[in-house]
């Protein structure tokens, strides 16, 4: 079965610093690698995410991430942070044996002033 | 406007007392899916359903049940609930499934005493 490492659980870093959130996925087949966005007291929301094609995704508010097959990752990366990007950062991956999805842990960010 | 929403936001309750939590979108969407949240744990998907009248388990089935008889609505059942089932609780729609963007609903927050 498919499954999700998030390596991290909490990554202090400061305003206008470049943070990297690592993820490790398993799965023997093809896989869909997703980034979601978790800000305080709210519900999860789609940060980027890659089915195939360019391994580089980016997302609208300056995130990037990379599939990286042969490393079996999809770290999450962002030049300079705001205060506003405070959240909890979860990985999450499917396959196309079934239609279940698996979600990290998370990795609360937090932004030094 | 498109959303999930979930009924209740809170509920407090004693063990064996059976409870619904509905969930419903205006989506149109095909996937639906539950998931429950607690620290340390991430998100664990509990069940998803592909479309009508299919429902399959996630990684956290045991003591819960749903349903899926309308398109728009996934109602998540406790038939007797437990302590161990207290957490936050996320209802979750997307247009087909493993690979699109899943849409959260404000999550459920239930205490079982």
């Known amino acids: 079965a498919q499954s999700v490492t998030q390596l991290d659980s909490q990554v202090p870093v400061f305003e206008e610093a470049p943070v990297e959130l690592r993820c490790n996925y398993s799965s023997s087949v093809s896989v869909y690698l997703f980034w979601y966005v978790q800000y305080p007291n709210q519900g999860l929301q789609l940060l980027l995410k890659?089915?195939?094609?360019?391994?580089l995704v980016e997302s609208i508010n300056g995130f990037e991430a990379e599939f990286n097959k042969s490393q079996t990752s999809f770290h999450l990366r962002k030049p300079s942070v705001h205060i506003s990007d405070t959240a909890e950062y979860f990985c999450a991956v499917s396959d196309q044996r079934d239609d279940k999805i698996i979600f990290g842990k998370g990795t609360r960010l937090h932004i030094l002033p | 406007e498109a959303q999930v929403t979930q009924n209740p936001r809170y509920l407090i309750t004693v063990t064996g007392k059976k409870l619904t939590v509905t969930c419903s979108q205006n989506m149109n969407h095909e996937y639906m899916s539950w998931y429950r949240q607690d620290p340390g744990l991430g998100l664990r998907q509990i069940y998803y359903s592909m479309n009508v009248e299919v429902t399959d388990k996630g990684d956290v089935p045991e003591g819960y049940k749903v349903s899926r008889k309308e398109k728009r609505n996934f109602p998540l059942i406790l038939e007797s609930p437990s302590p161990n089932q207290t957490s936050l609780y996320f209802c979750?729609?997307?247009?087909?499934?493993?690979?699109?963007?899943?849409?959260f609903g404000p999550g459920t927050r239930l205490t079982v005493l």
């Open positions: 890659y089915l195939s094609g360019s391994t």
């Open positions: 979750a729609s997307s247009t087909r499934g493993r690979t699109d963007t899943q849409y």
